[in-house]
């Protein structure tokens, strides 16, 4: 019932900061026990994720993209959004927005596994 739609654009320039948006019907971005990730796969490798938001507006980011990776959203919207800047050809990948479980424990908070994703979209970095 929940899906996600990725908007953005399929070719950015090197030096300049990707803008991703993640749009979401069929369930709240603020309903509790959820966290609303970016992830990506570069051609030929697997999945990297890259950033969680979580339902207190918390946000946490892959260590090594973090100084690159910002993490919104806009719940009058139901959407969240990706920035990462200085970006190079090596993040040519497709992008992925998707909803993860996360769990909590009393003292932290655990991420556990995605339910729902976007059908990705595909972000070429040339000049």
């Known amino acids: 019932q929940v899906q996600l739609q990725e908007s953005g654009p399929g070719l950015v320039k090197p030096s300049q900061t990707l803008s991703l948006t993640c749009t979401v019907s069929?369930?709240?971005?603020?309903?509790?026990?959820?966290?609303w990730s970016w992830i990506r796969q570069p051609p030929g490798k697997g999945l990297e994720w890259l950033g969680t938001?979580?339902?207190?507006?918390?946000?946490y980011s892959n260590p090594s993209l973090k100084s690159r990776t910002s993490i919104s959203r806009d719940t009058s919207k139901n959407q969240f959004s990706l920035q990462l800047s200085s970006m190079t050809p090596e993040d040519t990948a497709v992008y992925y927005c998707?909803?993860?479980?996360?769990?909590?424990?009393?003292?932290?908070?655990?991420?556990?596994?995605?339910?729902?994703w976007g059908q990705g979209t595909q972000v070429t970095v040339s000049s």
């Open positions: 938001i979580h339902t207190d507006d918390r946000t």
């Open positions: 069929g369930g709240s971005i603020t309903t509790s026990n959820y966290g």
């Open positions: 998707a909803r993860a479980n996360i769990y909590y424990t009393g003292s932290e908070y655990i991420h556990g596994e995605y339910d729902y």
